[in-house]
């Protein structure tokens, strides 16, 4: 599975911005959708995940409220709607995928199966 990650961009303070993964011919069919970021000299994190079929999402502590990730199975996609962005949001996102029943996904980076290409998020103060 080819998955790559869009949407990322400049933006202020404040602002909002959705990325998208998508599946790149591929199906994310049984694959629960996680999401990650890796901020300027920091490790790789944890932002959110959404399970298949789409039950359950589950989001890291610093989202507060401000985030909001869905998918459309029929279109293979998957979307991170972020909102109220502040410049510590600054990273590089990406998607990644993990086999998946309907439980809550593992928010580990060596758990996932496949991952996508980043997407350059750059909040302005």
């Known amino acids: 599975v080819q998955l790559q990650a869009s949407g990322g961009g400049l933006v202020q303070a404040g602002d909002s911005l959705t990325l998208s993964c998508s599946a790149g011919g591929g199906s994310f069919s049984t694959y629960a959708i996680v999401w990650f970021r890796q901020r300027p000299g920091k490790e790789r994190e944890f932002v959110a995940s959404?399970?298949?079929?789409?039950?359950?999402?589950d989001y890291a502590d610093f989202v507060q409220g401000r985030f909001t990730i869905s998918r459309d199975n029929a279109e293979n996609t998957g979307n991170l709607r972020m909102n109220s962005l502040v410049p510590e949001d600054t990273a590089v996102y990406y998607c990644?995928?993990?086999?998946?029943?309907?439980?809550?996904?593992?928010?580990?980076?060596?758990?996932?199966?496949?991952w996508g290409t980043g997407t350059l998020v750059t909040v302005s103060s």
């Open positions: 990644a995928i993990k086999r998946n029943l309907g439980g809550t996904p593992s928010r580990l980076t060596g758990d996932m199966d496949y």
């Open positions: 959404i399970s298949w079929p789409g039950r359950k999402k």
